[in-house]
């Protein structure tokens, strides 16, 4: 594996040479623990979707490269932004490049956003922080008898910038654009030092336990696993040989695809504390996939003792079947959509789930009347979770069970990518 001299030569992105083709995105520089996780959560983000990858890695210098495609409802692709974010998770490549710095937090903003009410405000305000990579941590909505409603986000800014006059003037025509006369003013502001960002929920319903369940009902998965056509179950195989290496374990994985497949195995891996040294991954046109992992215990060891073997395995199954759960409950008289996702050892959570699903409610045609995002423990792990009180007005049924079980289907097939 060679030394990468530059920018250039850590992270290269070529386009497909043909409309529709994949773009391939190499990196190439020092190895570090949990890197797969990081550039699959990246990717991830940029709402594009892996095809087909390989990993390989010494343990000291790694070679990573993955074919990637927008998926459908994407924008185009910032891919000199990406670039930029792929980079800053890679190791240096400098002579000291073991030894990293750990970044500052970055500077909480409130956007308030004073507008006239409409379906899908939420959401559309939602895209246009995602394209400017602005990160939303928590959100207040207020909703007035006269039908106006004041839109705050606590977000952050992946750039860094958002102190500068041309990233806050940018913001605002990006948002004026979109929202049209229906806009009445923006509004950021930095939050004072008085400000922390609430890593807890307000407290859950006890209904709301069975999103932390590690062992899904029978029920619970043939709802929450169903492939895109509804017809059949997801089939989900996953296998350990010790025959074929004498210092790795084999680890093979056919599955059907879903978005965020291989950022849920990497994330699962690193959390597991296994380390890759070869991998590929493939999807195909009829939407399996197969992956193919060399791995190794965090103290150079193959994966021979069954318990631990079974419990691998096990944990894989869970966190690619059901990495996301769903479900609505009422909250006193009205009715609230719960949306939880485990959260990494890192502290990092999964990126554009609030986007999935604000997505899903305005295509349904439900309006939100307040949201919340935070952090909730259970089952000696974390949890995001992210709540939506649910609009009675907005002229769709919540009350019958079977016009919940369509919202929850709804919104769960658009995060899952189906």
């Given at each position: 594996?060679g ?11 070529e386009d ?41 890695t ?22 000199a932004?990406?670039?930029?974010r ?28 004073f507008?006239v ?16 990579e ?53 509004e ?18 006890p ?54 497949l ?14 890759i040294?070869?991998?590929?991954f ?30 691998l ?20 008289p ?38 919340e ?27 019958n ?16 990518g189906?």
């Amino acid at each position: 594996m060679g030394v990468a001299n530059g920018d250039d030569d850590v992270v290269k992105i070529e386009d497909g040479r043909t409309e529709g083709e994949a773009s391939m995105i190499s990196v190439n520089c020092p190895d570090k623990t949990g890197l797969g996780c990081d550039l699959c959560r990246i990717i991830l983000d940029f709402g594009l979707s892996i095809t087909r990858g390989d990993v390989s890695t010494d343990g000291k210098w790694c070679f990573v490269v993955f074919w990637v495609i927008p998926r459908f409802g994407s924008r185009t692709v910032r891919w000199a932004s990406l670039k930029n974010r792929l980079l800053s998770v890679c190791p240096s490549c400098s002579v000291s490049f073991y030894y990293q710095r750990k970044p500052s937090p970055s500077r909480v903003y409130l956007l308030k956003v004073f507008c006239v009410d409409r379906k899908g405000l939420l959401h559309d305000v939602t895209q246009v922080l995602s394209e400017l990579e602005l990160t939303i941590h928590r959100v207040k909505v207020s909703t007035t008898p006269d039908s106006r409603v004041m839109d705050l986000f606590f977000i952050t800014d992946v750039m860094e910038r958002l102190q500068t006059k041309k990233r806050q003037e940018e913001t605002f025509e990006r948002l004026n654009a979109v929202l049209g006369e229906s806009c009445i003013s923006c509004e950021i502001q930095p939050v004072g030092p008085e400000y922390e960002i609430s890593q807890q929920v307000s407290p859950l319903p006890p209904s709301a336990e069975e999103l932390f369940s590690s062992e899904l009902s029978d029920n619970q998965n043939n709802t929450q696993a169903l492939t895109p056509d509804s017809s059949r179950l997801k089939r989900t195989n996953i296998n350990l040989d010790n025959s074929l290496s004498p210092g790795h374990s084999l680890l093979q994985i056919q599955c059907v695809d879903q978005k965020g497949l291989l950022y849920d195995i990497m994330r699962t891996l690193k959390d597991c504390s296994i380390q890759i040294a070869y991998g590929r991954f493939s999807s195909n046109t009829k939407g399996s996939c197969e992956v193919d992992l060399f791995i190794q215990q965090m103290d150079g060891k193959k994966i021979v003792d069954s318990e631990k073997q079974s419990a691998l395995s096990s944990r894989l199954r869970m966190e690619m079947l059901h990495p996301l759960r769903v479900i609505i409950v009422n909250r006193g008289p009205d009715t609230e959509l719960l949306v939880a996702n485990p959260v990494e050892l890192s502290g990092k959570g999964r990126p554009r789930v609030f986007y999935d699903v604000t997505l899903a409610l305005k295509l349904l045609g439900i309006c939100i009347f307040s949201a919340e995002i935070g952090r909730h423990s259970s089952s000696d792990r974390q949890w995001e979770v992210y709540r939506f009180l649910l609009d009675e007005t907005s002229g769709v049924s919540l009350a019958n069970n079977r016009a919940r079980a369509h919202i929850v289907d709804r919104v769960r097939r658009t995060l899952m990518g189906w």
